[in-house]
């Protein structure tokens, strides 16, 4: 049975940092390619980051270039997402997904979701 399990979530004030984590079960995790998505409430889901599966490479929405690092631990069957220098519109429900072949950025593309883990920064 496939399961993304997040966790790291939680409250932070502007300018903190959180690692997100997660964990994947049920399925050849060196195979697909990981990402994050996150969604505010009233709006729609969006691309945060993702890790290819071959050679580790990282894209990144242009509200976090700079702030967010993707990174994976095949051994571990683990993505992580450090989070830095928060902002309040970071705050949302960030999901774990995963996906076959190329890297997506549109959330119809993946194949897999977590249930998701709610980061909310104070002002």
């Known amino acids: 049975q496939v399961q993304l399990v997040e966790s790291g979530g939680g409250l932070v004030q502007a300018g903190g940092s959180l690692r997100l984590s997660c964990a994947a079960f049920?399925?050849?995790?060196?195979?697909?390619?990981m990402g994050w998505f996150r969604q505010a409430p009233g709006k729609e889901r969006d691309f945060v980051a993702a890790?290819?599966?071959?050679?580790?490479?990282?894209y990144y929405a242009d509200s976090v270039k700079g702030r967010f690092t993707i990174s994976r631990d095949n051994a571990k069957s683990m993505v992580y997402l450090q989070m830095n220098s928060l902002k309040p519109e970071d705050t949302a429900v960030y999901y774990c997904?995963?996906?076959?072949?190329?890297?997506?950025?549109?959330?119809?593309?993946?194949?897999?979701w977590g249930q998701g883990t709610q980061v909310t920064v104070s002002s």
């Open positions: 049920g399925f050849t995790f060196g195979n697909y390619n």
């Open positions: 997904v995963a996906k076959r072949l190329t890297i997506g950025t549109r959330p119809n593309e993946y194949d897999y």
């Open positions: 890790i290819s599966w071959r050679a580790g490479g990282t």
